[in-house]
């Protein structure tokens, strides 16, 4: 069965109201969760396991900090989870991060700014933020998935569902409310990420 935008129409703010409206989704292929948090300059023995409902609810609770983040492993892949936050959606950051593996995240902001960002390698294959259109010309692996996505009109279409699709492309990671809230987060506040040279 091919995946539609419509399959994540159960991403929304009934459902999940402190996340929808502003969060980041970023996948890294090949770490663990305290390797990512090492990777951005943290301390993995200063987070600590949560649920997703801990990991939420201490975010909005932590004075709004927006460097909070929980991680979890799904598959070969870890999962970072950002209620209102943005390390995900650096360019620095991310293309750091995707250093010798592959990086895919997804944003949104309070005022509904999208940024879709896939990095292969620290290098970024392709970009997509807000109305701005595509950084480039479309990578041939994701071809086919866009013209789907936008049936050649050279934009995403309002709303998540395209970013969570293309990240299920990207990842082969097909996210589930049931997957986001039943996993266990390593959780904690990164307060001044660090960029580590390319190695």
Do not use: K
């Given at each position: 069965?091919?995946?539609?935008?419509?399959?994540?129409?159960?991403?929304?703010?009934?459902?999940?109201?402190?996340?929808?409206?502003?969060?980041?989704?970023?996948?890294?292929?090949?770490?663990?969760?305290?390797?990512?948090?090492?990777?951005?300059?943290?301390?993995?023995?200063?987070?600590?396991?949560?649920?997703?409902?801990?990991?939420?609810?201490?975010?909005?609770?932590?004075?709004?900090?927006?460097?909070?983040?929980?991680?979890?492993?799904?598959?070969?892949?870890?999962?970072?989870?950002?209620?209102?936050?943005?390390?995900?959606?650096?360019?620095?950051?991310?293309?750091?991060?995707?250093?010798?593996?592959?990086?895919?995240?997804?944003?949104?902001?309070?005022?509904?700014?999208e940024y879709f960002?896939?990095?292969?390698?620290?290098?970024?294959?392709?970009?997509?933020?807000?109305?701005?259109?595509?950084?480039?010309?479309?990578?041939?692996?994701?071809?086919?998935?866009?013209?789907?996505?936008?049936?050649?009109?050279g934009h995403l279409?309002?709303?998540?569902?395209?970013?969570?699709?293309?990240?299920?492309?990207?990842?082969?990671?097909?996210?589930?409310?049931?997957?986001?809230?039943?996993s266990t987060y390593?959780?904690?506040?990164?307060?001044?990420?660090?960029?580590?040279?390319?190695?």
């Amino acid at each position: 069965m091919i995946a539609t935008p419509g399959d994540y129409a159960w991403f929304s703010y009934e459902r999940f109201p402190e996340l929808a409206e502003a969060y980041c989704f970023t996948y890294v292929r090949g770490l663990t969760p305290g390797q990512l948090v090492v990777r951005l300059g943290g301390r993995p023995e200063d987070f600590t396991p949560m649920t997703f409902d801990e990991l939420v609810g201490t975010r909005y609770g932590n004075g709004y900090d927006t460097a909070f983040l929980g991680a979890a492993t799904i598959g070969d892949w870890v999962f970072m989870v950002e209620p209102n936050g943005g390390l995900g959606a650096d360019e620095e950051i991310i293309t750091s991060l995707s250093a010798g593996t592959r990086l895919v995240s997804h944003f949104r902001d309070v005022e509904g700014v999208e940024y879709f960002y896939w990095s292969e390698d620290g290098e970024i294959r392709f970009c997509f933020i807000a109305d701005e259109g595509y950084s480039e010309e479309v990578p041939e692996e994701v071809v086919e998935i866009m013209r789907r996505i936008d049936a050649g009109h050279g934009h995403l279409p309002p709303g998540d569902g395209p970013a969570f699709l293309l990240a299920e492309h990207l990842t082969g990671v097909t996210l589930t409310p049931e997957l986001l809230e039943g996993s266990t987060y390593l959780c904690g506040v990164i307060p001044e990420p660090i960029i580590p040279e390319p190695r």
